[in-house]
């Protein structure tokens, strides 16, 4: 894991391979340190605005994910005759075709360097295919179109979190992690209100059910932001052709600086092949995984919020109403907790935290049935999406070279942890209900575990960083390199 051999050369004597005492400034090739600052503002606000596109496309992505869950109880199971163990595969199956496609995405997208391209075509394919649902008239139909809907879902977060890496620092990439998983967390929000409103107003149009209308117009919507994607979103810094050429060497220089090689040379230096190999032999990002693993079981609340929302006692169109709320709040607490998790370049102890008032939360709804309370507990539990999405970011500070090796453990990670999700499709069956007890006790147990494996892997990073530290001390160098963040 240590890159200790790519985190030197900046910081060396000129004796020992570092800078040539005669560049007086390094950013003469921009005009000097104030012309650089400003092409650096300049290019971030042009990377941030064509970036955006992405939280648009997650929050369809995970419409079309859970759009199951919002048609439940609105005809979806009496129409395709399912039982709970039934509705249940439904969810699950998806993320078998999710996790087998994880890792040759990242490893594809990663030699191809034409994100621009790739994963718009997979977003259209996947709006066809949620589309598809709502001529589904039996369980196998509808299992075989939600197991390809999660094959090709497959190549947008990792593929994203890896685009993401490759254009922004440590220190920027936490913000930046969050804006994109927040279209995550408002989907539940956004796609609540869409279902309510189509689930209300199209039954029996045109003769279809209003069930199917909702996979139609979502799967359409899908469709048609797929086409506007491919002439907005960048490719990798050396593939952009939208760049100056000040632009494109400033590009390649920060992500040289952030980790003492750049990005394009490591790939050259090391294939697909090489990367593979190294992300898979290194344990922690095993253990990494199996962290994000537990929590997502945790949050697999995710997927039932309307049935949950419902247990408050109100009206169908209400309790899908009520699902908004929450994760406008938990939307909200993600963007505080990850600028300052950035400013202060910590990410332990805000990861935990947010995971400790899911567990509170998670208490309150074994605790009671009162409404007002229950209420605030789907608020807690929410926000535990906060702590998830600074421990990704925490995952990209951890493995940030070579290039290869990134793209394939974000793969992994993101990959192994929807085995989390396959799990927790299967712990909210309706006779555990109205209470849930039994659900939210394994939601606990999930967050306890997922918060000691947490803390293993920052006592892990201690020591690396204590290596760095003894190996800059017999070379001599007295500036501080590459740190691993706590």
């Given at each position: 894991m240590s890159i200790s051999k790519y985190s030197y050369s900046a910081s060396l004597p000129p004796s020992k391979g570092g800078v040539d005492p005669e560049v007086i400034d390094p950013d003469a090739e921009f005009g000097g340190s104030a012309a650089r600052k400003e092409l650096e503002r300049k290019l971030l606000r042009k990377l941030d605005l064509r970036m955006s596109i992405l939280v648009l496309i997650y929050i369809l992505n995970y419409v079309d994910r859970n759009n199951a869950g919002a048609a439940r109880f609105r005809g979806l199971v009496a129409d395709l005759h399912l039982t709970d163990q039934q509705f249940a595969t439904l969810l699950s199956i998806l993320y078998v075709g999710y996790i087998i496609m994880q890792i040759p995405s990242n490893m594809f997208l990663n030699f191809t360097g034409k994100p621009s391209l790739y994963l718009p075509a997979c977003m259209a394919v996947w709006g066809m295919i949620s589309a598809l649902t709502g001529i589904t008239t039996n369980f196998t139909g509808a299992v075989i179109t939600r197991?390809?809907?999660?094959?090709?879902?497959?190549?947008?977060?990792?593929?994203?979190?890896?685009?993401?890496?490759?254009?922004?620092?440590?220190?920027?990439?936490?913000?930046?992690?969050?804006?994109?998983?927040?279209?995550?967390?408002?989907?539940?929000?956004?796609?609540?209100?869409?279902?309510?409103?189509?689930?209300?107003?199209?039954?029996?149009?045109?003769?279809?059910?209003a069930w199917r209308w909702l996979f139609y117009l979502e799967g359409a919507l899908t469709?048609?932001?797929?086409?506007?994607?491919?002439?907005?979103?960048?490719?990798?810094p050396s593939t952009t052709k939208w760049l100056s050429d000040d632009e494109r060497r400033l590009a390649l220089r920060r992500m040289e600086e952030d980790a003492g090689v750049g990005d394009q040379k490591e790939t050259e230096q090391g294939g697909l092949t090489h990367g593979l190999y190294l992300a898979v032999t290194d344990w922690t990002v095993w253990w990494f995984?199996?962290?994000?693993?537990?929590?997502?079981?945790?949050?697999?609340?995710?997927?039932?919020?309307?049935?949950?929302?419902?247990?408050?006692?109100?009206?169908?169109?209400?309790?899908?109403?009520?699902?908004?709320?929450?994760?406008?709040?938990?939307?909200?607490?993600?963007?505080?907790?990850?600028?300052?998790?950035?400013?202060?370049?910590?990410?332990?102890?805000?990861?935990?935290?947010?995971?400790?008032?899911?567990?509170?939360?998670?208490?309150?709804?074994?605790?009671?049935?009162?409404?007002?309370?229950?209420?605030?507990?789907?608020?807690?539990m929410a926000q535990t999406f906060a702590g998830l999405v600074v421990m990704l970011a925490w995952m990209n500070n951890s493995f940030p070279r070579p290039p290869s090796k990134r793209a394939v453990c974000v793969a992994i990670i993101n990959g192994f942890s929807q085995l989390g999700n396959v799990a927790g499709s299967y712990i909210w069956p309706s006779s555990w209900g109205p209470t849930y007890r039994y659900s939210y006790g394994i939601c606990i147990a999930a967050s306890g575990t997922a918060i000691i494996m947490a803390w293993v892997f920052k006592q892990h990073l201690i020591s690396l960083n204590e290596k760095l530290e003894r190996e800059e001390h017999e070379k001599g160098i007295k500036e501080k390199g590459f740190r691993y963040l706590l």
């Open positions: 197991f390809f809907l999660g094959f090709v879902e497959a190549a947008f977060f990792p593929g994203s979190l890896f685009l993401i890496s490759k254009w922004y620092k440590r220190t920027e990439i936490g913000f930046r992690t969050a804006i994109l998983y927040c279209g995550n967390i408002i989907s539940n929000a956004f796609g609540a209100l869409l279902a309510s409103g189509i689930l209300g107003g199209m039954n029996n149009v045109l003769g279809h059910a469709v048609f932001v797929a086409i506007c994607a491919i002439f907005i979103l960048p490719d990798f995984a199996m962290a994000v693993n537990a929590i997502v079981v945790s949050l697999s609340f995710n997927a039932y919020f309307p049935t949950l929302s419902a247990t408050l006692g109100y009206n169908p169109t209400v309790s899908l109403l009520l699902v908004a709320p929450p994760f406008v709040f938990a939307v909200i607490v993600t963007f505080c907790l990850c600028r300052h998790s950035d400013y202060k370049q910590e990410r332990f102890y805000h990861i935990i935290g947010s995971w400790i008032a899911g567990i509170i939360g998670f208490i309150i709804a074994i605790s009671t049935m009162n409404t007002a309370a229950r209420y605030v507990s789907l608020f807690l």
